[in-house]
């Protein structure tokens, strides 16, 4: 990632982006000058405190929103303001209610313009390898949150982009069903060999998962630091209590924090 190893592939690059949104009230710098480089098949979260320009910088990944300045490059091609480059899940699972989960989860392929049936068939082994197969025919409405995000996840998956963006898709769900969606998703990111980008303000889940974690200033957002987890895998939920977690934690809560007051904290929970 992040001005590690020259030899290995960058897979995206964000150069020097910039966005500024013109409002009534005056131009609002939402995030300025950032620029980063991820290496293929890395995991990659981003942290930062709410209103730092997270969202702002992924709907630029994904090529919803145009930079005010600056390039993002995938494998050494500018996508800039390209939509469908790259797969892009937001925090909701957004799975349609008239349709089986199923027919949820083929909904991409379809867009693409391949047919019903040979969607079905292509999905159907994935769900039954990754927990889903016994609720195919199920509805939304019939599933917990925990496995209507695991068929948002295949069905963003599905896509065939070897780039996933994925905007705290854990935050609803209750502390045991996270952890097992965590280690879920750290079984797809192996699978695939996907590179993943992941918004979270969790930061010991930024720690569990990731190689690598960005850390974001206050809006507008900057790049604050960059640095490699360095623990290693496969992690057991029990790492969350050797001195090296503790250290990146103190590490990234420093980083999240610095420069606040008392009052500025007050002030946003008032």
């Not at 769900?173 to 192996?190: G, I, K, V, Y």
Request: charged letters at 25%; proline letters at 5%.
């Amino acid at each position: 990632m992040m001005g590690t190893s020259s030899a290995a592939p960058k897979k995206l690059d964000l150069r020097g982006i910039t966005k500024r949104f013109d409002t009534p009230e005056g131009g609002i710098l939402a995030v300025d000058d950032i620029s980063l480089s991820v290496e293929k098949g890395r995991f990659t979260s981003i942290i930062g405190q709410s209103g730092c320009g997270k969202s702002t910088l992924f709907n630029i990944f994904a090529g919803l929103l145009k930079p005010s300045s600056g390039a993002v490059v995938l494998d050494g091609e500018d996508i800039t303001g390209r939509a469908g480059m790259i797969s892009y899940m937001l925090q909701k699972d957004l799975l349609l209610p008239w349709r089986t989960i199923l027919d949820n989860v083929i909904f991409g392929l379809e867009l693409q313009g391949i047919g019903r049936d040979a969607a079905r068939e292509t999905a159907r082994p994935f769900l039954a390898r990754y927990g889903l197969g016994a609720f195919e025919n199920h509805y939304p409405a019939a599933l917990s949150g925990g496995m209507r995000q695991r068929a948002a996840l295949l069905r963003t998956l599905l896509c065939n982009k070897d780039v996933i963006l994925l905007d705290e898709p854990f935050a609803a769900l209750d502390a045991q069903t996270r952890f097992r969606m965590q280690q879920w998703l750290l079984t797809l990111w192996r699978d695939f060999d996907l590179t993943i980008l992941f918004v979270t303000h969790d930061v010991d889940e930024a720690i569990f998962l990731s190689d690598d974690i960005v850390v974001l200033s206050p809006r507008p957002g900057r790049v604050r630091d960059s640095f490699p987890v360095g623990l290693p895998r496969p992690r057991a939920r029990d790492i969350v209590t050797t001195p090296e977690f503790g250290r990146l934690k103190h590490r990234c809560l420093e980083l999240l924090f610095e420069g606040r007051t008392s009052e500025d904290e007050e002030a946003e929970t008032a």
